[in-house]
């Protein structure tokens, strides 16, 4: 029998508000506990890394005779199990043990995870490449706009990209989204609405730093069906909600531990979206991972009633047009069909247990052939960027790959921009969001290739 219990005194702190959050030796019992219970069941042995690196180093112990499970693990155990996981979240979908299934074990490994890099970086401070990755919207801010064809001149470089890597722990492999000559606010401050649009109300779009700064085509698409469907899209900082604009949803920054730039994100951003919440309009996100952030984890870590009034009005966008289309609002006529479409499920999005919007609302489109690929990219944020875990993400993205491919689709849509260039590195294949494709459906999309721009600049 293993000397560490299973069941806690007092259910595990995850929430950095919890005094015992950056208690070492609290943090260290529940560690030993989780992987103890996680090495028992090992139902997520083939999930990530995390998993086979942990049971290997208990393994041994037990085997060596030094131990009866995980009470010996150290740092270095520690370090590696962490270092490990991509914070993908499908161990706590498929968890037996977690407080969601209203288990006594109350395990939630992926926010473990989160609370032993907070303590880390809390420890030995923030990683230069998790300062960098961390702020998104500021490295958009820089290398958007008039500095877009530098900025992706030097994307383009493979000699540039391996002296980046030298000096800054981002991999030089991994395709890094292009910035955009015209950012979404820009294109939105001068985008005149449809005439129908707000018949069917209105909404709050929070486009993410991607859409904002790097693949704003996702942005246009989101406006152009959502008023298509007789829907008025709100924006914070641009057009009659001109103003401060909304940051980053502060994940890159979990990602690394940084806790502090988190909350101070998720502060910003909730203080914008309020008003919109308490005018009656919900906020719709196509980023997956920004959605998931903010439903799951913006009230963890800004515990206020505020936060958790915008949590509750947040859905994904492809969720939205599913409700649209359960009140008989969608519109269903589709000029064009979209044949065999292999559509990837993101993880963060199947963390959300919505199910697969994005396919249920492309599967109405008439001659369209919607194949779904639940397999994890090995991105997940920021962790598949880095040098470090680009090989690693890369084998663990293969069954992706192959699901893909085997598929022989007409068109490859992901809800994940980052998943989305991981296929495309490594199948060459186009990759749409969704919405990009429920616009062509509508026969919406421009020209393709051509570039969005503005009129001339408000004064």
């Not at 985008?191 to 790097?214: I, Q």
């Not at 997940?380 to 689709?409: F, H, I």
Request: net charge neutral.
């Amino acid at each position: 029998m293993s000397v560490i219990p299973r069941k806690p005194k007092a259910p595990p702190a995850t929430s950095p508000h919890d005094p015992r959050y950056y208690d070492a030796r609290d943090l260290e019992a529940e560690l030993r506990r989780a992987f103890q219970i996680c090495h028992e069941c090992r139902m997520c042995v083939n999930y990530c890394g995390s998993f086979p690196e942990l049971f290997n180093r208990v393994d041994k112990a037990i085997e060596s005779g030094r131990a009866e499970g995980a009470e010996l693990i150290d740092d270095a155990d520690i370090k590696a199990v962490s270092d490990a996981c991509w914070q993908c979240k499908l161990c706590y979908i498929k968890c037996p043990y977690t407080p969601d299934e209203s288990s006594s074990e109350m395990l939630d490994f992926p926010r473990l995870m989160a609370r032993e890099r907070a303590n880390r970086a809390a420890r030995d401070g923030i990683t230069f490449v998790d300062k960098i990755l961390g702020e998104p919207q500021a490295i958009g801010a820089v290398g958007g706009g008039v500095m877009a064809p530098i900025s992706n001149f030097v994307l383009a470089s493979s000699l540039v990209r391996k002296v980046q890597e030298k000096v800054t722990g981002i991999s030089a492999e991994f395709p890094l989204p292009p910035m955009a000559k015209v950012t979404f606010g820009e294109w939105f401050a001068d985008h005149e609405p449809a005439e129908n649009a707000g018949k069917n109300g209105e909404v709050v779009l929070f486009a993410t730093c991607y859409g904002e700064y790097n693949v704003p085509n996702v942005a246009h698409a989101t406006v152009r069906v959502l008023e298509h469907n007789g829907v008025r899209v709100r924006y914070p900082g641009a057009g009659e909600d001109r103003g401060a604009m909304l940051t980053c949803c502060g994940m890159p920054n979990l990602d690394g531990g940084d806790v502090k730039a988190a909350t101070e994100k998720i502060r910003h951003n909730v203080e914008l979206l309020l008003p919109h919440v308490r005018a009656g309009r919900s906020i719709v996100v196509p980023g997956p991972t920004c959605g998931y952030t903010m439903k799951k984890e913006w009230a963890e870590y800004l515990p206020t009633p505020e936060a958790k009034e915008v949590a509750a009005a947040t859905i994904d966008l492809m969720e939205f047009l599913v409700k649209l289309g359960r009140e008989k609002k969608l519109v269903r006529e589709f000029p064009e069909k979209l044949g065999k479409v292999a559509y990837h499920a993101a993880c963060h999005l199947r963390a959300q247990k919505v199910g697969f919007p994005g396919a249920r609302v492309l599967g109405v489109v008439p001659d369209t052939d919607v194949r779904v690929i639940e397999q994890c990219s090995a991105v997940d944020g920021t962790w598949g960027m880095k040098a470090a875990n680009y090989e690693t993400g890369r084998r663990y993205a293969q069954k992706l790959v192959r699901g893909v491919s085997d598929t022989e689709p007409d068109m490859v849509v992901s809800d994940c921009t980052l998943a989305g260039l991981r296929v495309v590195k490594e199948t060459g294949k186009h990759v749409l969001h969704p919405i990009e494709a429920l616009a062509r459906a509508y026969g919406l999309l421009p020209a393709e290739g051509a570039e969005p721009t503005t009129k001339a600049k408000r004064a």
